[in-house]
Structure formats: structure tokens, C-alpha cells
């Protein structure tokens, strides 16, 4: 009769089961269902790819420095197709720039940030034994692989790689070449590989929480994936249909965003046309701004708990930092056509539009104040993921309110597709997210390792990055300013208005390939320190959120015994404790029968 | 979830009553059609059967009439979202300078 | 090591996690489908005209039936496994697996039909629009076959083993279904009748 009392009595017999079953190579390290592995899997994908993507870009510099010169080193690689003599042509820079933001946001950023600390880190903070489902997240990170590599295949496709930007406006891409059709069933698969992960985030941080741990005792960094994992949950299905849409353009004859009577080169183009090329604006916007707040959010969380760990303080304002992503995330939904006042939006719309986006600026300044205020008064430990994550606070500064112009439709009518767009959204990325996620790498690299990596080698990756990622990027706002275009491969040298502007190119392509250079004493970091690295315990950062008290390198199931929290998580220089972190796990000392499971968080 | 046999016999009555109901609102829609009602008539009439049509599978079918607070969170949240994707591109295709379209 | 709340519900949250998990996924379907169905609000407000009665209203609404019906099976093939009654499940599951082929045969005649008069995608934004959105239903009905067609086979396996598992992924398998169902009862107004 009591079916569920016999499951009950059933569950345990099975787990022993399952607990001394021996994975082969194959399962355990490459088709693995393991949280750390597939963490680890994605990270190292994600770098790899930010690599590739970095490489594209440096070579683009070469032809914006120096246009019309030889490419050198690597300039007859490309075929006289893209590159006849070593000079780039412009349908090849044009590949370039599309793949470039392709792969920097869709196949390095985002898998990094949230399939490689969201994996690895998340179920560890809420002391959970691993995703709740761990084969769907197996195949998250294939179906990301396969999206990844089918995007690349676009190089070796007639006519070359997808080059609409990456924002595949069309109607430009319904008539490009078969690079784009590969372009788009990459991110189809992509968008597969989120759904399958934002789901498992979601249900895991949901349901797999350790005893004790309510939401308001939940580290930042797992609020943010939290509502991350949301934003990718609700935001990307409109792309997918998007991209549905312009396949069916491109293979089916269908007119979604064909206006009628189009020429193209002179010719009529012979579709049925009544398309709208507005709409795919609206469903690629739905997504992409949603977008870059899955770039900042895991960003913004790594910052949180590097800060409160290296200042030995609680974070300043954890509450108003919780309910500020939660509505940042809310907000992030109704500001996106604030990339599309160039459109003939009428003033309604656009009045609308700039409202919701001076809005969803207050709740980014509150985190950001309330991670500068955390600094207040710190005796500061300058390791090197604090010194990242430390830059990552100006420089998501700059980021942030350079797009305060761009959000209100006056300025942003001159500022639009200048290089101070480019500059404003680098600002946010790359200084901004690209070091939190250096920092975070750094940080939880002796957890996945036992290890720490080198001090050294990562202060002088820092201070070299740190300083030509601002010759790279702060000269984009002068040439911006001044009217320069983007996305034009000599970069609009018959523009007079540009004279004075392109030698910035000069110091911008200098700034890049040195910051391709100081990138190379982190690699020499990561991979020596795997096996070379200083030994270290569990807790080697003196942390008191749930991952410490795992073991470096935490092995299959996570946690030697049954996590338990007790309190917030950033008890640090707790006034009366015996030492300067009091960790979730630790049980209070004087009153051991009062636990404080189901207390509320901390103030 | 944990409803007993008498509990999943009363709601099989349910779903019977809900199957006669749905058959009824098709009927109902497609005579409706048949009317040739003036465009904005028809759409609202076709429009209210199938969102009566749609909450009755999505309450009794689905169990949303008792679900649990997690879920209906997730789901206001969709809803709202929903809205805003299905309206304010095409507002904003209205609200337009120079020609339209 | 063994993952909490496969089975049993979470006690705060009152669910368990695939329960969670299938909503979740519906709830990024609800964004999918919206954003055809506005991709379709948008371009018909910008036709100058949109044409009427261009599909036949008879296949249509047999279809609804159809998908009524077979959600009513899949309710009721939930509902047997509640009450222990196994082999009952196992003829409402069959059921409604025969019912979604029948839906996808009619769709097959009705494609060809239009096919065969010149009225592809290609052929207007009506069509163009009909066929994407028929097409990922249909893809949605294949991929709920799919999974029937498991839990009639192989799948079948667990009720033996794991009972009230074996009725948790039944009742996911139904959520999913409705959804498809429902999807279509949207889907029929907009494209055959109006
Ligand atoms: C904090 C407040 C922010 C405001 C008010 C803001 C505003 C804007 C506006 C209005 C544009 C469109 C400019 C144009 O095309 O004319 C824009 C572009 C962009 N923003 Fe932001 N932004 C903010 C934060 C961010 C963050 C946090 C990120 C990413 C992590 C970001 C990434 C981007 C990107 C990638 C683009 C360019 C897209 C493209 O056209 O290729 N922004 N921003
Ligand atoms: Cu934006």
C-alpha cells in the first residue's frame, strides 16, 4: 500500500551500488558525467577559444595599423582567396570581425563564466553532490563542442566564414554565403547546449542546496548564476526561432526579413519579400542584451567573493547586492531596443526604451559601490586574483558609464557604430569580464588542482595585461568621438573626418599585440602548475564559503561527510573568533545543540 | 502527488469533463469562423475560446491549479516575458518616423 | 554517491527535481513559440493584406480532435499508474502514441496537398509562416513520439524496479505533451481561421 515508503527503503541499497562502480578513461575524463570534469572541460575549451578568437583579432589589427602591408609571419597562410600576397582583402577582414565576436562571446565568455565556474564551482558552494542531472549536463558540453566546431567549419566553406558581424543583420545575411548557414546551425546547437545547462543550474541551485543553506545564505557568485542561468533560460529561445527564421530564408526561399523589391547588385532579388529585416533586429536584441548581462553577472560574482576574501571583511551590502542582480536580471529583459534608436523608432518607443535602460544602470552602481565599499578599511591581501579582480572595478567603471551616453537616444544618434561603442562594451568585457574570469581562474585553480599557481608569473601577467588592455581599448573612445565608423577594414581612410584619427590604430595594434604577448607567462603558469605547482590544503585562501571544505581535488560525490552551513557566507574577522574566518561549515562553538539551520541569513 | 486512489478517481472525472469541454469549444470556434464576423471580432472570439481552451489543459491537465510555489513563480516570470516579446516589437513597429514598414 | 530528489520531493520546495526541471524547459518553449507567434503579429500588421481560408479548416480541426484526445490518453495513462493498474497505462500510452501518428499523417497530406499546388514556404509570408511554425510543432510531436515509443520499450523496464520513478517520468512525459497540445490549440485559430 505505502509505495513510497519501500522507494524510500530502496534508495540508499542503490547508491552503494553506484558508489564503487570503476569509470574507464573514456568515462572518466572525456565522456565524464562528473560536475569538476565537465567544469574543467569547459574552461579549458573556453580558453582556448578566447585564444583563437584573441589571434583573429590580432591579425585584424595588423591590416587597421598598417593597411594594404603584408601581413607578417602568418600572411600567406590565409590563400591568395583571402589574403593574395599576404594582404587581407576586405571580404576576408569581414570574416574575421564576425568570428571574432562569435567566438569571444558565444564560444569563449559565456562557456567559461558560466559552463566552467558554474559547473565546477556552484554545486561545491551549495554542498551538493554534484548537478541534478548530470548526464543532460554531459551533453550540454558536446552539444556546445559540436556548435563550436561546426561554427569554425565556415573557414573552409566556399565564399569563407560567416562575415554579417556578429550580429548577423540581415538582409545582408540571407544573402551571404554558405558560411552563414554554418554560422547559424552553430548557434543553434549553442543555444541547445544553454537551454540543457540553465536548466541544471537552475533545478540544482533550487533542490540541492546543503541543510542550512537558505537563499539569503548563498554565496554572490551563486546568485549570480542563479539569475544568469535564467536570463539564458528565457532570453536565448527567441534567437533560436530567429535563427530558425533566417535558415528558412536561406534554405527554404521563405521572405522573414526580406522587404519586397529588393536588388541586389543591380538585380531584382526573386523572392515572395513582406519581410521585416526589423524583426530579426528585435528577437537577435531580445537575446543579446539579456547577453551581455550573462557576460558581467558570473563576472561580477567571481569579483564578490574574491573581494570579501582577500579584504578578511563581510561584503558591504550583500543584501542589496542580491536584490539588485535579481532585478538587474528582471530589468535586463525590456532595454533592448536601446541598440535599435537608429531604426526610425519613434519617439514613444525610444522614450520607453531610455527610461528602462537609465534604470537598469541603478542596480549595476549598487553593486558596484557596494564592492568598492567592501574595500573600505581593509587590511587588502594583494594576490593575484585580487589584484584582477580589483582592476575589474574601474574598469567595469569606465565600461558602465560610457554606456549611459549610448543609452539615451540624443547622443547615441551620433555615438552609434563608432568606435565608442566599441570601446564602451570592450571596457565591460574584456578588462571587466575577461579579468574577473582570470581572477577566478587563479583563485579556484588550487581547488580543481590541490595547487597554486605561480605569484609571480600572475603579477606579471596582470600589471603587463592591465596595462595595454587600456592602450587597446581607451583610444577607441577618442576615435569614436571623432566619427570613426566601425567595422570598415581600412578603417575609413577616405573619410576626411578620420584623418587625424587612424594613427590611434598604430598605438591600439601595439596594445594588442602586447597584450598577446603578456598572455603567454599565464600559459606557461597554468600548465606548469598542474603538476608543478606549490602544494596546498584544502583552504588554502583561509575562504569560509562550502567549496573549502572539500577536499583539493575534490573526488566523485564532492564532500567526505554531509555539508552542513550555519551561517551567511562571509563571516570574516568575526569580532571574539579565534581566527579571522568563521566558514558556513564550521558549527558555533558555545552553543554546539543550537545549529542555526532555518535562522534567516545574515544582515 | 501524494493523492490517493479515491483522489486520482475524482480527477479522472475531471479530465472527462475538461475532454467534453475542449470538444465543445472546437466546435464552437470553427462555427464561429463560418460567421464571416468583422477581422477584429473574429480574432477576439477565436482569441478568448483558445485561451479558455489553453487554461483548461494547462490547470487540469497539467495540475497548475495546485502546483507548487517554485513553479508558479517560474512561470509568472515567463508569462510576463511573454508578453513583452509577443507586443512590444510590433508596438515599436507602429510607433515609427517616415514610412512604415 | 547518489543525486538527492530524483524520487522524492524536496520537503521546501515541496518537488522533485525533474518535476522542476520539465517546467523549466516549458518555460523556454512558452519563449520559443512566443517568438514566432510575435514574428507572426508583427509581419501580418505589415502586410498590406494577409490572405484568408487558405488552408482547409476540415484537416485542421480533425487535428484538434486528434491532439485533444491524445492528451487525454496521456492524462489517463498518468492516472493508471496511480491507481497501480499497469497494463491500463500501458494501452492509454499506446493510444495516445497511435493518435500522434494519425496527427502526423494528416500534416503529411495536408504538406503534400499544398506542396503540390506551388504553395511552399517560398511562396508568401502566409505560407512561409505556416510551414515554420507546423514544421517545429511537428518536430515537437516527433520528439514526444520518441519518448512514448521508449517508455512502451525499453523504458518500460523501471515500473518493476522503481514504481513511483516510473510515474514521475510519465507525468513529465505528460507535461510535455500538454504543452504540445496546447500549443496547438493556439495554433489552429490563428492559422486556419482568421
Ligand atoms: C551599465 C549600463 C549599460 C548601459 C546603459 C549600456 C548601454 C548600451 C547601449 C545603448 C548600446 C548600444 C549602442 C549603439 O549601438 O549605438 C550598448 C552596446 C553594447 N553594450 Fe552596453 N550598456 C551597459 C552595460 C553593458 C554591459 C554590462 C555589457 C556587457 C558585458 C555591455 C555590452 C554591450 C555590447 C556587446 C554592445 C554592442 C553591441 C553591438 O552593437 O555589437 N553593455 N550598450
Ligand atoms: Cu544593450
Redesign the pocket.
Known amino acids: 500500500m505505502d509505495k513510497a515508503a519501500t522507494i524510500g527503503a530502496m534508495a540508499p541499497g542503490h547508491a552503494h551500488e553506484h558508489e564503487h562502480e570503476e569509470l574507464g578513461f573514456w568515462r572518466t575524463y572525456v565522456f565524464s558525467q562528473d560536475h569538476k570534469v565537465i567544469g574543467i572541460q569547459y574552461t579549458i575549451t573556453g580558453l582556448l577559444f578566447l585564444l583563437f578568437g584573441f589571434t583573429l583579432m590580432m591579425i585584424m589589427r595588423w591590416q587597421l595599423a598598417y593597411p594594404m602591408r603584408p601581413i607578417p609571419f602568418v600572411g600567406n597562410w590565409f590563400g591568395a582567396a583571402n589574403a593574395p600576397g599576404g594582404v587581407m582583402l576586405p571580404e576576408f577582414y569581414n570574416q574575421l570581425g564576425a568570428m571574432h565576436?562569435t567566438i569571444m562571446v558565444f564560444l569563449g565568455v559565456v562557456p567559461l563564466a558560466v559552463g566552467g565556474f558554474g559547473n565546477f564551482v556552484m554545486p561545491l558552494q551549495i554542498g551538493a553532490p554534484d548537478m541534478a542531472f548530470p548526464k543532460l549536463n554531459m551533453m550540454s558540453y558536446w552539444v556546445y563542442f559540436i556548435g563550436g566546431v561546426a561554427m569554425l567549419t565556415g573557414f573552409v566553406m566556399p565564399g569563407g566564414a560567416a562575415q554579417s558581424?556578429?550580429?548577423s543583420y540581415p538582409p545582408l545575411s540571407d544573402i551571404a554565403t554558405t558560411g552563414q548557414t554554418v554560422w547559424l546551425i552553430g548557434m543553434i546547437f549553442l543555444i541547445t547546449s544553454s537551454l540543457l545547462g540553465s536548466i541544471n543550474f537552475i533545478v540544482t541551485i533550487v533542490q540541492l542546496r546543503a541543510k542550512g543553506l537558505t537563499f539569503m545564505r548563498l554565496p554572490f557568485f551563486v546568485w549570480a548564476q542563479f539569475v544568469t542561468s535564467f536570463l539564458l533560460l528565457l532570453a536565448f529561445p527567441p534567437l533560436e526561432a530567429a535563427g530558425v527564421l533566417q535558415l528558412m530564408d536561406r534554405l527554404a526561399g521563405t521572405s522573414f526579413f526580406l522587404p519586397s523589391g529588393l536588388v541586389v547588385s543591380g538585380r531584382p532579388l526573386l523572392v515572395s519579400g513582406g519581410g521585416s529585416p526589423l524583426l530579426w533586429q528585435h528577437l537577435f536584441w531580445f537575446l543579446?542584451h539579456p547577453e551581455?548581462?550573462v557576460?558581467?553577472l558570473p563576472a561580477m560574482g567571481i569579483v564578490a567573493e574574491v573581494i570579501a576574501n582577500n579584504t578578511r571583511k563581510p561584503l558591504w551590502g550583500y543584501r542589496a547586492m542580491v536584490y539588485s542582480v535579481a532585478f538587474l536580471g528582471f530589468m535586463s529583459f525590456i532595454v533592448w531596443a536601446?541598440?535599435m534608436?537608429?531604426t526610425g523608432m519613434g519617439t514613444t518607443m525610444a522614450a520607453f526604451f531610455q527610461t528602462t535602460?537609465m534604470i537598469?544602470?541603478i542596480p549595476?552602481v549598487v553593486i558596484l559601490t557596494a564592492l568598492l565599499l567592501s574595500l573600505w578599511g581593509a587590511s587588502i591581501r594583494f594576490t593575484t586574483p585580487m589584484l584582477f579582480a580589483l582592476a575589474f572595478l574601474p574598469m567595469f567603471g569606465i565600461?558602465?558609464l560610457t554606456?549611459?551616453p549610448?543609452?539615451l537616444a540624443p547622443s547615441?544618434i551620433h555615438?552609434?557604430?563608432t568606435y565608442y561603442?566599441i570601446g564602451?562594451?570592450h571596457y565591460?568585457?574584456a578588462p571587466?569580464?575577461i579579468f574577473a574570469l582570470f581572477a577566478g581562474v587563479y583563485y579556484w585553480f588550487p581547488k580543481a588542482t590541490g595547487r597554486k599557481m605561480n605569484e609571480t608569473l600572475g603579477a606579471i601577467h596582470f600589471w603587463g595585461s592591465f596595462i595595454c588592455i587600456n592602450f587597446v581599448f581607451m583610444p577607441m573612445f577618442i576615435q569614436g568621438l571623432g566619427g570613426m565608423n566601425r567595422r570598415m577594414y581600412d578603417g575609413g581612410a577616405q573619410y576626411i573626418h578620420n584623418a587625424g584619427l587612424l594613427k590611434w590604430n598604430i598605438v591600439i595594434g601595439f596594445g594588442a599585440w602586447g597584450l598577446g604577448l603578456f598572455q603567454i607567462p599565464f600559459i606557461i603558469n597554468f600548465f606548469s602548475s598542474i603538476k608543478g605547482g606549490k602544494r596546498v590544503g584544502d583552504n588554502p585562501w583561509d575562504a569560509t564559503t562550502l567549496e573549502w571544505s572539500a577536499p583539493s581535488p575534490p573526488g566523485h560525490g564532492n564532500f567526505l561527510t554531509e555539508p552542513i552551513v550555519y551561517r551567511g557566507p562571509y563571516e570574516y574577522s568575526v569580532p571574539g573568533a579565534d581566527k579571522d574566518f568563521t566558514p558556513q561549515f564550521e558549527p558555533d562553538k558555545e552553543k554546539p545543540g543550537q545549529s542555526g539551520v532555518g535562522r534567516g541569513g545574515q544582515n | 502527488m501524494h493523492s490517493d486512489q479515491a483522489e486520482v478517481k475524482k480527477s479522472v472525472r475531471s479530465y472527462m469533463t475538461v475532454f467534453v469541454m475542449l470538444m465543445v469549444f472546437t466546435v464552437l470556434t470553427v462555427a464561429a469562423s463560418r460567421f464571416h464576423l468583422a477581422v477584429p471580432v473574429a480574432i477576439t472570439l477565436a482569441l478568448v475560446i483558445a485561451a479558455m481552451k489553453g487554461s483548461m489543459v494547462a490547470s487540469v491537465f497539467m495540475h497548475l491549479s495546485h502546483e507548487k510555489r517554485a513553479i508558479y513563480g517560474a512561470l509568472l516570470l515567463t508569462i510576463v516575458f511573454f508578453l513583452v516579446l509577443l507586443f512590444i516589437p510590433v508596438l515599436s513597429m507602429m510607433d515609427h518616423i517616415g514610412t512604415p514598414k | 554517491m547518489i543525486i538527492p530528489y530524483t524520487v522524492e520531493a524536496r520537503p521546501d520546495t515541496g518537488l522533485h527535481n525533474g518535476k522542476l526541471g520539465i517546467w523549466l524547459f516549458l518555460a523556454s518553449e512558452v519563449m520559443l513559440f512566443g517568438a514566432l507567434f510575435s514574428s507572426y503579429i508583427l509581419l501580418r500588421v505589415g502586410a498590406p493584406e494577409w490572405p484568408h481560408h487558405e488552408l482547409s479548416v476540415k484537416l485542421g480541426a480533425i487535428n484538434t480532435i486528434i491532439l485533444i484526445s491524445s492528451s487525454v490518453t496521456m492524462v489517463m495513462a498518468w492516472a493508471s499508474l496511480k491507481m497501480n493498474d499497469f497494463k491500463k497505462h500501458r494501452l492509454y500510452l499506446l493510444a495516445t502514441f497511435a493518435l500522434s501518428a494519425f496527427f502526423l499523417v494528416n500534416k503529411y497530406f495536408e504538406y503534400s496537398e499544398h506542396l503540390s499546388k506551388g504553395e511552399g514556404p517560398w511562396h508568401s509570408t502566409f505560407f512561409a509562416i505556416y510551414f515554420t511554425m507546423t514544421g517545429l510543432h511537428g518536430l515537437h510531436i516527433l520528439g514526444g513520439m520518441v519518448v512514448m515509443a521508449y517508455f512502451l520499450g525499453p523504458g518500460a523496464g523501471l515500473w518493476k524496479k522503481n514504481p513511483e520513478q516510473f510515474t514521475n517520468r510519465i507525468e513529465i512525459t505528460g507535461l510535455y505533451w500538454h504543452f504540445v497540445d496546447l500549443v496547438w490549440i493556439f495554433l489552429f485559430p490563428v492559422l486556419y481561421l482568421l
Open positions: 565576436g558581424g556578429w550580429t543579446a551581455v548581462y557576460l558581467i536601446h541598440h534608436f537608429m535602460t537598469i544602470s549595476s565600461g558602465g554606456g549611459l549610448l543609452g547615441d555615438l552609434h557604430d561603442v564602451h562594451f565591460v568585457v571587466g569580464t
